[in-house]
Protein backbone atom coordinates (compact mmCIF):
# COMPACT_ATOMS: atom_id res chain seq x y z
CA UNK A 1 0.00 0.00 0.00
CA UNK A 2 1.41 3.49 -0.93
CA UNK A 3 1.50 6.66 1.04
CA UNK A 4 -1.26 8.34 -0.22
CA UNK A 5 -3.56 4.50 -0.16
CA UNK A 6 -2.84 4.22 3.62
CA UNK A 7 -3.65 8.25 4.62
CA UNK A 8 -6.79 7.73 2.45
CA UNK A 9 -7.52 4.03 4.36
CA UNK A 10 -7.53 6.09 7.72
CA UNK A 11 -9.51 9.17 6.61
CA UNK A 12 -6.62 11.65 6.11
CA UNK A 13 -7.75 12.23 2.67
CA UNK A 14 -11.05 11.89 0.90
CA UNK A 15 -12.03 13.13 -2.14
CA UNK A 16 -8.51 13.97 -3.14
CA UNK A 17 -8.11 16.91 -0.82
CA UNK A 18 -5.62 16.90 1.72
CA UNK A 19 -6.87 17.38 5.45
CA UNK A 20 -4.42 18.42 8.56
CA UNK A 21 -3.56 15.56 10.77
CA UNK A 22 -5.53 15.88 14.34
CA UNK A 23 -3.50 14.51 17.34
CA UNK A 24 -6.43 11.69 17.78
CA UNK A 25 -6.25 10.94 14.20
CA UNK A 26 -2.15 10.85 13.25
CA UNK A 27 -0.45 7.60 12.71
CA UNK A 28 2.07 6.83 14.53
CA UNK A 29 5.44 8.62 13.36
CA UNK A 30 8.61 6.85 13.51
CA UNK A 31 11.37 8.36 15.81
CA UNK A 32 14.54 10.09 13.42
CA UNK A 33 17.95 9.71 14.30
CA UNK A 34 20.18 11.84 11.78
CA UNK A 35 23.84 11.01 11.88
CA UNK A 36 25.89 13.29 10.12
CA UNK A 37 29.59 13.89 10.03
CA UNK A 38 31.94 16.13 8.13
CA UNK A 39 34.17 15.15 4.99
CA UNK A 40 33.75 11.36 5.62
CA UNK A 41 34.37 10.13 1.71
CA UNK A 42 33.22 6.82 0.13
CA UNK A 43 36.57 5.28 0.42
CA UNK A 44 36.94 5.16 3.89
CA UNK A 45 33.36 3.74 4.44
CA UNK A 46 33.57 -0.33 4.29
CA UNK A 47 29.55 -0.58 2.93
CA UNK A 48 30.64 1.26 -0.11
CA UNK A 49 32.38 -0.42 -2.43
CA UNK A 50 35.08 1.99 -3.59
CA UNK A 51 39.16 1.69 -4.04
CA UNK A 52 39.87 0.82 0.08
CA UNK A 53 36.75 -0.56 1.25
CA UNK A 54 38.42 -4.04 1.65
CA UNK A 55 41.08 -2.25 3.82
CA UNK A 56 38.85 -0.30 5.33
CA UNK A 57 36.66 -3.85 6.70
CA UNK A 58 40.10 -5.53 7.17
CA UNK A 59 41.44 -2.69 9.95
CA UNK A 60 37.51 -2.44 11.21
CA UNK A 61 37.36 1.22 10.44
CA UNK A 62 33.33 1.48 10.37
CA UNK A 63 31.85 -1.35 11.28
CA UNK A 64 28.72 0.33 13.22
CA UNK A 65 28.06 2.76 10.13
CA UNK A 66 28.41 -0.58 8.29
CA UNK A 67 25.44 -2.05 10.32
CA UNK A 68 23.42 0.50 9.41
CA UNK A 69 24.16 -0.17 5.69
CA UNK A 70 23.96 -4.15 6.36
CA UNK A 71 20.19 -3.29 8.28
CA UNK A 72 18.83 -0.92 5.72
CA UNK A 73 19.41 1.27 2.15
CA UNK A 74 22.43 2.05 0.98
CA UNK A 75 22.38 5.02 -1.89
CA UNK A 76 25.45 4.05 -4.45
CA UNK A 77 24.79 7.35 -6.20
CA UNK A 78 24.19 9.80 -3.43
CA UNK A 79 25.55 13.57 -4.57
CA UNK A 80 25.77 17.15 -3.05
CA UNK A 81 24.41 19.85 -4.84
CA UNK A 82 27.45 22.43 -3.57
CA UNK A 83 30.54 20.53 -2.17
CA UNK A 84 31.51 22.55 1.05
CA UNK A 85 29.93 22.50 5.15
CA UNK A 86 27.58 25.41 5.50
CA UNK A 87 26.17 25.00 1.79
CA UNK A 88 25.65 21.60 2.09
CA UNK A 89 24.09 21.84 5.76
CA UNK A 90 21.62 24.59 4.23
CA UNK A 91 20.64 22.45 1.70
CA UNK A 92 19.95 19.41 4.37
CA UNK A 93 17.64 21.78 6.28
CA UNK A 94 15.43 23.54 3.24
CA UNK A 95 15.82 20.56 0.63
CA UNK A 96 16.51 23.67 -1.20
CA UNK A 97 19.92 24.77 -3.77
CA UNK A 98 22.60 27.18 -2.52
CA UNK A 99 20.87 30.03 -4.64
CA UNK A 100 17.73 29.60 -3.03
CA UNK A 101 18.37 29.01 0.52
CA UNK A 102 20.89 32.18 0.39
CA UNK A 103 23.91 30.44 1.72
CA UNK A 104 26.34 29.63 -0.94
CA UNK A 105 29.61 29.31 0.62
CA UNK A 106 31.38 29.07 4.45
CA UNK A 107 31.49 32.02 5.82
CA UNK A 108 27.27 33.19 4.60
CA UNK A 109 25.17 33.51 7.24
CA UNK A 110 21.98 31.00 7.21
CA UNK A 111 19.27 33.32 7.30
CA UNK A 112 17.09 31.52 10.34
CA UNK A 113 13.86 33.42 9.68
CA UNK A 114 13.50 30.78 6.66
CA UNK A 115 11.37 27.58 6.21
CA UNK A 116 13.41 24.35 7.52
CA UNK A 117 12.52 20.81 8.60
CA UNK A 118 13.36 20.64 11.99
CA UNK A 119 10.76 23.85 12.09
CA UNK A 120 7.85 21.94 10.25
CA UNK A 121 8.65 18.73 12.18
CA UNK A 122 8.54 20.79 15.47
CA UNK A 123 4.90 22.42 14.48
CA UNK A 124 4.04 18.19 13.97
CA UNK A 125 4.05 17.35 17.05
CA UNK A 126 8.13 16.21 17.44
CA UNK A 127 10.85 17.04 19.49
CA UNK A 128 13.69 18.23 18.13
CA UNK A 129 17.21 18.34 19.02
CA UNK A 130 20.64 18.47 17.26
CA UNK A 131 23.90 18.22 19.15
CA UNK A 132 27.48 18.96 17.68
CA UNK A 133 28.51 20.87 14.77
CA UNK A 134 26.30 23.41 13.06
CA UNK A 135 28.90 25.85 11.49
CA UNK A 136 25.64 28.18 9.66
CA UNK A 137 26.67 31.14 11.21
CA UNK A 138 23.69 31.67 12.81
CA UNK A 139 22.04 29.86 15.87
CA UNK A 140 19.43 27.03 15.02
CA UNK A 141 15.98 27.55 15.12
CA UNK A 142 13.31 25.44 15.12
CA UNK A 143 15.02 22.92 17.78
CA UNK A 144 13.36 22.37 21.27
CA UNK A 145 17.26 22.01 22.23
CA UNK A 146 20.79 22.12 20.92
CA UNK A 147 24.31 22.22 21.95
CA UNK A 148 26.70 22.84 19.26
CA UNK A 149 30.21 23.83 18.73
CA UNK A 150 30.88 27.39 17.72
CA UNK A 151 32.01 27.47 13.61
CA UNK A 152 34.32 24.50 12.95
CA UNK A 153 34.73 23.47 16.53
CA UNK A 154 37.79 21.38 18.39
CA UNK A 155 38.54 17.95 18.59
CA UNK A 156 40.07 17.86 21.96
CA UNK A 157 38.01 19.88 25.10
CA UNK A 158 35.98 21.49 22.83
CA UNK A 159 33.59 24.81 23.39
CA UNK A 160 29.69 24.29 22.96
CA UNK A 161 26.94 26.75 23.40
CA UNK A 162 23.39 25.30 24.57
CA UNK A 163 19.70 26.44 23.86
CA UNK A 164 19.27 29.90 26.31
CA UNK A 165 22.60 30.97 26.77
CA UNK A 166 25.41 32.86 24.02
CA UNK A 167 28.29 31.96 26.67
CA UNK A 168 30.31 29.13 25.23
CA UNK A 169 30.75 26.20 27.80
CA UNK A 170 34.12 24.18 27.57
CA UNK A 171 33.82 20.21 27.78
CA UNK A 172 36.74 18.19 28.78
CA UNK A 173 37.32 14.87 26.42
CA UNK A 174 37.16 13.98 22.99
CA UNK A 175 34.63 15.67 20.25
CA UNK A 176 32.95 12.47 18.95
CA UNK A 177 33.08 11.12 22.73
CA UNK A 178 31.31 13.86 23.49
CA UNK A 179 28.73 14.16 21.06
CA UNK A 180 28.08 10.77 21.88
CA UNK A 181 27.80 10.84 25.51
CA UNK A 182 25.11 14.26 24.96
CA UNK A 183 22.88 12.39 21.91
CA UNK A 184 22.63 9.40 24.54
CA UNK A 185 22.24 11.87 27.69
CA UNK A 186 19.18 13.36 25.20
CA UNK A 187 17.74 10.33 24.69
CA UNK A 188 17.95 8.94 28.09
CA UNK A 189 17.26 11.95 30.05
CA UNK A 190 15.61 14.82 28.08
CA UNK A 191 13.00 12.97 25.78
CA UNK A 192 9.47 13.23 26.22
CA UNK A 193 8.14 9.76 25.58
CA UNK A 194 5.00 10.91 24.93
CA UNK A 195 6.10 12.41 21.22
CA UNK A 196 8.35 11.30 18.43
CA UNK A 197 11.85 12.66 18.11
CA UNK A 198 13.93 14.14 15.72
CA UNK A 199 17.93 14.14 16.78
CA UNK A 200 20.37 15.18 15.05
CA UNK A 201 23.95 14.12 16.14
CA UNK A 202 26.01 15.63 13.94
CA UNK A 203 30.17 15.25 14.66
CA UNK A 204 32.64 16.98 13.84
CA UNK A 205 35.09 14.43 12.26
CA UNK A 206 36.21 13.88 10.31
CA UNK A 207 37.17 16.88 8.94
CA UNK A 208 40.48 18.87 8.73
CA UNK A 209 42.76 18.93 11.05
CA UNK A 210 42.79 15.56 11.54
CA UNK A 211 43.36 15.14 15.47
CA UNK A 212 42.69 11.63 16.90
CA UNK A 213 41.65 10.19 19.53
CA UNK A 214 44.83 8.58 22.14
CA UNK A 215 43.21 5.08 22.05
CA UNK A 216 43.79 5.22 18.22
CA UNK A 217 47.31 6.54 18.10
CA UNK A 218 48.95 3.32 17.21
CA UNK A 219 45.93 2.40 14.72
CA UNK A 220 47.64 1.18 11.06
CA UNK A 221 50.87 1.17 12.69
CA UNK A 222 52.90 -0.65 10.27
CA UNK A 223 50.15 -0.99 7.41
CA UNK A 224 50.37 1.15 4.15
CA UNK A 225 47.21 2.53 3.46
CA UNK A 226 46.47 2.37 -0.18
CA UNK A 227 47.26 4.36 -2.75
CA UNK A 228 45.18 6.00 -5.48
CA UNK A 229 46.47 5.17 -8.97
CA UNK A 230 46.16 9.36 -9.52
CA UNK A 231 48.05 10.31 -6.64
CA UNK A 232 50.44 11.48 -9.12
CA UNK A 233 48.44 13.48 -11.26
CA UNK A 234 49.95 15.95 -13.62
CA UNK A 235 46.25 17.64 -14.34
CA UNK A 236 47.02 17.36 -18.12
CA UNK A 237 43.66 16.84 -20.26
CA UNK A 238 41.80 19.10 -18.56
CA UNK A 239 41.13 22.88 -18.17
CA UNK A 240 43.13 25.65 -16.47
CA UNK A 241 41.29 24.85 -13.32
CA UNK A 242 43.13 22.08 -12.04
CA UNK A 243 46.28 23.06 -12.57
CA UNK A 244 45.92 26.23 -10.39
CA UNK A 245 44.43 25.03 -7.67
CA UNK A 246 45.89 24.65 -4.28
CA UNK A 247 44.78 21.76 -2.47
CA UNK A 248 47.60 18.89 -3.41
CA UNK A 249 49.28 16.63 -0.89
CA UNK A 250 52.58 17.62 -2.63
CA UNK A 251 52.43 20.98 -2.32
CA UNK A 252 49.78 22.69 0.15
CA UNK A 253 48.98 20.30 2.55
CA UNK A 254 50.95 21.87 5.63
CA UNK A 255 53.54 19.89 7.61
CA UNK A 256 53.41 21.17 10.47
CA UNK A 257 50.04 21.98 11.36
CA UNK A 258 48.08 19.04 8.86
CA UNK A 259 50.69 16.26 8.96
CA UNK A 260 51.89 17.10 12.77
CA UNK A 261 55.58 17.27 11.98
CA UNK A 262 56.06 20.27 15.02
CA UNK A 263 59.20 21.54 17.39
CA UNK A 264 59.95 18.04 19.05
CA UNK A 265 57.77 19.41 21.98
CA UNK A 266 54.44 19.97 21.29
CA UNK A 267 54.05 23.16 24.25
CA UNK A 268 56.53 25.13 22.24
CA UNK A 269 55.06 28.76 22.10
CA UNK A 270 53.11 29.67 19.40
CA UNK A 271 55.36 32.13 17.63
CA UNK A 272 58.19 29.63 17.33
CA UNK A 273 55.97 27.73 15.67
CA UNK A 274 55.02 29.72 13.51
CA UNK A 275 58.56 30.78 12.12
CA UNK A 276 58.26 26.67 11.19
CA UNK A 277 55.41 27.12 9.60
CA UNK A 278 55.44 27.15 5.35
CA UNK A 279 53.22 30.69 4.64
CA UNK A 280 50.74 28.68 2.15
CA UNK A 281 47.00 29.96 1.14
CA UNK A 282 45.64 26.57 2.97
CA UNK A 283 47.59 26.71 6.34
CA UNK A 284 45.48 26.16 9.09
CA UNK A 285 46.46 26.59 12.77
CA UNK A 286 44.03 24.56 14.35
CA UNK A 287 46.18 21.54 15.29
CA UNK A 288 48.48 24.51 17.65
CA UNK A 289 45.71 26.01 19.33
CA UNK A 290 44.00 22.27 20.15
CA UNK A 291 47.40 21.63 21.56
CA UNK A 292 47.29 24.84 23.55
CA UNK A 293 44.08 23.77 25.32
CA UNK A 294 44.87 20.35 25.64
CA UNK A 295 45.34 18.89 28.83
CA UNK A 296 48.52 17.62 31.03
CA UNK A 297 47.34 14.04 30.08
CA UNK A 298 46.18 14.56 26.97
CA UNK A 299 49.68 16.55 25.80
CA UNK A 300 51.83 13.81 27.27
CA UNK A 301 50.08 11.02 25.49
CA UNK A 302 50.26 13.27 22.27
CA UNK A 303 54.45 13.72 22.63
CA UNK A 304 54.56 10.56 23.23
CA UNK A 305 53.55 9.13 20.05
CA UNK A 306 53.68 11.95 17.61
CA UNK A 307 57.63 13.14 18.70
CA UNK A 308 59.29 9.77 18.06
CA UNK A 309 57.12 9.55 15.37
CA UNK A 310 58.73 12.94 13.94
CA UNK A 311 62.31 11.93 14.69
CA UNK A 312 61.65 8.81 12.71
CA UNK A 313 60.45 11.43 9.91
CA UNK A 314 63.24 13.81 9.75
CA UNK A 315 66.17 11.04 10.05
CA UNK A 316 64.99 9.55 6.76
CA UNK A 317 65.39 13.19 5.02
CA UNK A 318 62.79 12.12 2.59
CA UNK A 319 62.86 14.06 -0.99
CA UNK A 320 59.89 13.67 -4.02
CA UNK A 321 57.77 10.90 -4.53
CA UNK A 322 59.40 9.22 -1.11
CA UNK A 323 58.18 12.43 0.54
CA UNK A 324 54.98 13.01 -1.19
CA UNK A 325 54.09 9.04 -0.18
CA UNK A 326 55.09 9.65 3.49
CA UNK A 327 53.05 12.47 4.02
CA UNK A 328 49.69 10.85 1.90
CA UNK A 329 50.06 8.10 4.95
CA UNK A 330 50.52 10.60 7.90
CA UNK A 331 47.43 12.46 5.84
CA UNK A 332 45.41 9.32 5.86
CA UNK A 333 45.88 7.65 8.81
CA UNK A 334 45.13 10.63 11.01
CA UNK A 335 41.93 11.24 8.78
CA UNK A 336 40.70 7.57 9.04
CA UNK A 337 41.56 7.64 13.07
CA UNK A 338 39.33 10.15 13.52
CA UNK A 339 36.68 8.20 11.60
CA UNK A 340 36.91 5.32 13.52
CA UNK A 341 36.55 7.41 16.63
CA UNK A 342 33.21 8.86 15.08
CA UNK A 343 32.40 5.13 14.30
CA UNK A 344 33.17 3.91 17.90
CA UNK A 345 30.47 6.48 19.12
CA UNK A 346 27.70 5.88 16.47
CA UNK A 347 27.48 1.80 17.79
CA UNK A 348 27.29 2.96 21.09
CA UNK A 349 24.05 5.30 19.86
CA UNK A 350 23.05 1.97 18.26
CA UNK A 351 23.27 0.28 21.16
CA UNK A 352 21.48 2.29 23.04
CA UNK A 353 18.37 2.24 20.49
CA UNK A 354 18.35 -1.35 20.62
CA UNK A 355 18.67 -1.81 24.58
CA UNK A 356 15.99 0.79 24.79
CA UNK A 357 13.33 -0.61 23.35
CA UNK A 358 13.70 2.14 20.45
CA UNK A 359 15.46 0.31 17.56
CA UNK A 360 12.28 -0.55 15.66
CA UNK A 361 10.55 3.09 15.92
CA UNK A 362 13.33 4.72 14.89
CA UNK A 363 14.08 5.31 11.49
CA UNK A 364 18.44 5.94 11.25
CA UNK A 365 20.19 8.00 9.01
CA UNK A 366 23.91 8.55 8.51
CA UNK A 367 25.24 11.03 6.01
CA UNK A 368 28.36 13.00 5.55
CA UNK A 369 27.89 16.68 4.57
CA UNK A 370 29.98 15.85 1.06
CA UNK A 371 32.82 13.68 -0.14
CA UNK A 372 36.63 13.87 0.52
CA UNK A 373 39.55 13.32 -1.53
CA UNK A 374 41.92 11.01 -0.20
CA UNK A 375 45.04 11.64 -2.35
CA UNK A 376 42.75 11.17 -5.64
CA UNK A 377 44.35 13.53 -8.42
CA UNK A 378 46.75 14.47 -5.59
CA UNK A 379 44.50 16.03 -3.58
CA UNK A 380 42.72 16.73 0.20
CA UNK A 381 39.74 18.59 0.68
CA UNK A 382 36.55 18.99 -1.67
CA UNK A 383 34.50 21.95 -3.35
CA UNK A 384 34.97 20.00 -6.79
CA UNK A 385 32.73 18.54 -9.23
CA UNK A 386 34.74 15.59 -9.87
CA UNK A 387 33.61 12.33 -8.15
CA UNK A 388 34.99 11.75 -4.71
CA UNK A 389 33.67 15.13 -3.41
CA UNK A 390 30.43 15.25 -5.27
CA UNK A 391 29.20 12.19 -4.18
CA UNK A 392 28.31 11.52 -0.43
CA UNK A 393 27.52 8.85 1.40
CA UNK A 394 23.99 8.16 2.29
CA UNK A 395 22.57 5.19 4.20
CA UNK A 396 18.97 4.71 5.95
CA UNK A 397 17.61 2.10 8.09
CA UNK A 398 14.06 2.04 8.83
CA UNK A 399 12.79 -1.25 10.40
CA UNK A 400 9.73 -2.84 8.31
CA UNK A 401 9.77 -0.66 5.97
CA UNK A 402 12.98 -0.53 4.10
CA UNK A 403 14.57 -4.08 3.07
CA UNK A 404 17.70 -4.85 5.17
CA UNK A 405 21.11 -4.92 2.53
CA UNK A 406 19.13 -2.84 0.05
CA UNK A 407 21.44 -0.68 -2.24
CA UNK A 408 19.82 1.56 -4.51
CA UNK A 409 21.05 3.06 -7.67
CA UNK A 410 19.16 5.98 -8.36
CA UNK A 411 20.46 9.21 -8.29
CA UNK A 412 19.54 10.97 -5.07
CA UNK A 413 20.76 14.25 -3.16
CA UNK A 414 20.93 16.33 -0.60
CA UNK A 415 18.38 18.00 -1.31
CA UNK A 416 16.62 15.23 -0.93
CA UNK A 417 16.41 14.89 2.70
CA UNK A 418 13.98 17.18 3.88
CA UNK A 419 11.44 16.21 1.68
CA UNK A 420 12.35 12.31 2.89
CA UNK A 421 12.00 13.32 6.20
CA UNK A 422 8.48 14.81 6.39
CA UNK A 423 7.63 12.46 4.18
CA UNK A 424 8.27 9.28 6.35
CA UNK A 425 6.48 11.79 8.99
CA UNK A 426 3.22 11.88 7.32
CA UNK A 427 3.48 15.36 7.03
CA UNK A 428 2.88 17.47 3.54
CA UNK A 429 6.00 18.72 1.71
CA UNK A 430 5.94 22.50 1.08
CA UNK A 431 5.54 23.19 -2.73
CA UNK A 432 8.80 25.63 -2.49
CA UNK A 433 11.29 22.87 -1.34
CA UNK A 434 13.04 21.44 -4.54
CA UNK A 435 14.48 17.81 -3.66
CA UNK A 436 12.07 14.47 -3.94
CA UNK A 437 11.21 12.40 -1.17
CA UNK A 438 13.20 9.07 -1.09
CA UNK A 439 10.70 6.99 0.53
CA UNK A 440 9.08 5.13 -2.88
CA UNK A 441 12.88 4.27 -3.12
CA UNK A 442 13.07 2.97 0.33
CA UNK A 443 9.70 1.00 -0.22
CA UNK A 444 12.02 -0.64 -3.25
CA UNK A 445 9.74 1.23 -5.69
CA UNK A 446 11.48 4.16 -8.08
CA UNK A 447 8.85 6.47 -9.85
CA UNK A 448 9.77 5.88 -13.59
CA UNK A 449 9.97 9.67 -13.50
CA UNK A 450 12.88 9.60 -11.05
CA UNK A 451 15.37 12.02 -12.14
CA UNK A 452 18.54 11.29 -14.46
CA UNK A 453 20.79 13.99 -13.95
CA UNK A 454 21.67 16.52 -11.09
CA UNK A 455 22.94 20.07 -10.86
CA UNK A 456 25.53 21.31 -9.06
CA UNK A 457 27.33 24.74 -8.03
CA UNK A 458 30.35 25.72 -6.59
CA UNK A 459 31.01 29.39 -5.67
CA UNK A 460 34.85 29.43 -5.12
CA UNK A 461 35.76 32.37 -2.32
CA UNK A 462 39.61 31.95 -3.15
CA UNK A 463 40.05 29.02 -0.57
CA UNK A 464 42.22 26.38 -2.27
CA UNK A 465 42.27 28.33 -5.36
CA UNK A 466 39.26 26.26 -6.56
CA UNK A 467 37.11 28.84 -8.84
CA UNK A 468 33.34 28.98 -9.83
CA UNK A 469 31.72 25.98 -11.66
CA UNK A 470 28.68 24.29 -11.89
CA UNK A 471 27.38 21.23 -13.78
CA UNK A 472 25.09 18.55 -14.68
CA UNK A 473 26.07 14.67 -14.13
CA UNK A 474 23.35 11.76 -15.18
CA UNK A 475 24.34 7.72 -14.85
CA UNK A 476 27.20 8.15 -17.51
CA UNK A 477 28.32 12.06 -18.53
CA UNK A 478 29.60 14.50 -16.83
CA UNK A 479 30.00 17.91 -18.20
CA UNK A 480 31.46 20.89 -16.30
CA UNK A 481 31.29 24.97 -16.60
CA UNK A 482 33.70 27.13 -15.44
CA UNK A 483 31.74 30.12 -16.24
CA UNK A 484 34.56 32.68 -14.95
CA UNK A 485 36.92 31.40 -17.30
CA UNK A 486 35.26 30.51 -20.09
CA UNK A 487 35.79 26.89 -19.80
CA UNK A 488 34.55 23.61 -20.33
CA UNK A 489 35.34 19.75 -19.45
CA UNK A 490 33.41 16.70 -20.40
CA UNK A 491 33.52 13.13 -19.00
CA UNK A 492 32.73 9.91 -20.20
CA UNK A 493 32.58 8.25 -17.00
CA UNK A 494 32.23 4.73 -17.96
CA UNK A 495 35.63 5.00 -20.05
CA UNK A 496 37.04 7.64 -17.59
CA UNK A 497 36.15 7.13 -14.64
CA UNK A 498 39.24 8.75 -12.60
CA UNK A 499 38.38 11.69 -14.83
CA UNK A 500 41.65 11.78 -15.94
CA UNK A 501 41.27 13.48 -19.56
CA UNK A 502 38.27 16.15 -20.59
CA UNK A 503 36.81 14.98 -23.82
CA UNK A 504 35.00 18.14 -24.64
CA UNK A 505 36.75 18.77 -27.58
CA UNK A 506 37.00 15.07 -28.90
CA UNK A 507 34.65 15.33 -31.82
CA UNK A 508 33.19 12.05 -30.95
CA UNK A 509 31.06 13.33 -28.01
CA UNK A 510 30.50 16.55 -30.37
CA UNK A 511 26.53 15.92 -30.04
CA UNK A 512 26.65 14.85 -26.77
CA UNK A 513 28.30 17.75 -25.22
CA UNK A 514 25.54 19.60 -26.92
CA UNK A 515 22.96 17.20 -25.32
CA UNK A 516 24.17 17.72 -21.79
CA UNK A 517 24.61 21.88 -22.63
CA UNK A 518 20.99 21.88 -23.04
CA UNK A 519 20.45 19.66 -19.57
CA UNK A 520 22.14 21.95 -17.58
CA UNK A 521 20.12 24.62 -19.08
CA UNK A 522 16.98 23.17 -18.35
CA UNK A 523 18.14 22.39 -14.78
CA UNK A 524 19.08 25.54 -14.26
CA UNK A 525 15.73 26.99 -15.08
CA UNK A 526 13.56 24.03 -13.09
CA UNK A 527 15.98 24.96 -9.85
CA UNK A 528 15.86 29.03 -10.84
CA UNK A 529 19.23 29.57 -11.26
CA UNK A 530 19.79 32.71 -12.96
Known amino acids: MDRRAFLKSIGVLSLGISRPLSARNR ?11 DDHSLQTLGAYRSRMHEFIRKHNITPNIDKIAAQGVLFENSFVGNSICGP ?29 VAEELQKSNYQTAVIGKWHLGSLPTGFDDYAVLPGQGTYYNPDFIFKGSSEAVRKQGYCSDIIGDMTIEWLDNKRDKAKP ?6 HKAPHRTWLPHPRHFNLLDGVDVPEPKNLCDDYQGRTSAAHQQEMTIRDHINISTDLKVTPPVATTPLEKIKELTPKTRSMDPATFRELGRMTADQKQAWDEYYVPRNERFRAKNLKGRDLLGWKYQAYLKDYIKCIKAMDDNVGRVLDYLKNNNLEKDTIVIYSSDQGFYNGEHGWYDKRWMYEESLRNPLIIKWPEVAKPGTRCKEMVQNIDYAPTILDAAAIKIPTEVQGKSLLPLLKGKAPRDWRKSILYTYYGKDIHAVISHRGVRTARYK ?34 VSDMKRELKRLMAEYRLG
Open 27 to 37: PKQPNILFIFS
Open 197 to 202: FFLCSW
Open 479 to 512: LIEFYTKGEWEFYDLHKDPLEMNSEYDNPEYERM
Open 88 to 116: SRASVLTGKHSHINGFRANGDRFNPAQWT
